[in-house]
């Protein structure tokens, strides 16, 4: 990692007040529970994303929200690394995840996109799978309810509730990856996958 450059985190999620709530921007709501942890605004509009500058602990950040829907999100995501001259490992994805448990966290330095249509446009566009990601878990839709469907509901009254906590504990993660790197922050936040609910995990 270079000391140099800032880390680019990004949240991913549906741009407008239609999809604020959705299960499908998770990501979206983890970045704003950051930028409000410390003390940045994300209010300005760059390179097809908000964006917000500033300081964690004594580290550069930028935090992004890309505003292109979430099947374009390559394209925000992979201007601004150019444009601030920011390392792939340094790049920290925060999505929704269906295969993951409500309120599961899972970081990992690479992988695949898990069917994920965010993923797969910043991968497309950034030319690698090699950087790091954290996935917030969102669960699995009832019966038979269409996955794509599901992510464009509200979560429900009793997960809202337990949202902040979810959050709160997201912003950890997020803080450690920052300052000690994702190692550290796999150990902390990753919780033991069962092998038999959750087999090749990250894969295409």
């Not at 930028?35 to 602990?57: F, M, P, Q, T």
Request: glycine share 10%; hydrophobic share 40%.
């Amino acid at each position: 990692m270079s000391e140099n450059n800032p880390f680019l985190i990004v949240g991913l999620g549906n741009p407008g007040p239609d999809y604020h709530h959705n299960r499908h921007n998770v990501g979206f709501m983890a970045i704003d529970a950051l930028a409000c942890a410390i003390d940045i605004s994300i209010a300005r509009v760059e390179r097809n994303a908000l964006v917000g500058k500033g300081l964690l602990d004594d580290q550069r950040v930028i935090l992004a929200k890309p505003q292109t829907f979430m099947n374009k999100s390559g394209q925000a995501v992979a201007s601004l690394a150019r444009f601030y001259k920011i390392p792939v490992d340094q790049i920290l994805v925060v999505y929704d995840d269906l295969d993951l448990p409500f309120g599961s966290l899972r970081l990992r330095p690479g992988g695949g996109t898990g069917g994920h249509k965010g993923m797969d446009s910043i991968m497309n566009r950034l030319g690698t799978r090699e950087f790091p990601r954290l996935r917030v878990g969102i669960g699995r839709p009832p019966g038979r309810m269409d996955p794509a469907d599901f992510v464009l509901h509200d979560f429900d009254p009793p997960q809202q509730e337990l949202l902040p906590q979810v959050l709160d504990r997201a912003v950890q993660a997020m803080r450690t990856f920052v300052l000690e790197g994702i190692e550290p922050a796999m150990t902390m936040f990753n919780e033991r996958p069962n092998k038999d609910a959750d087999p090749g995990e990250d894969q295409d």
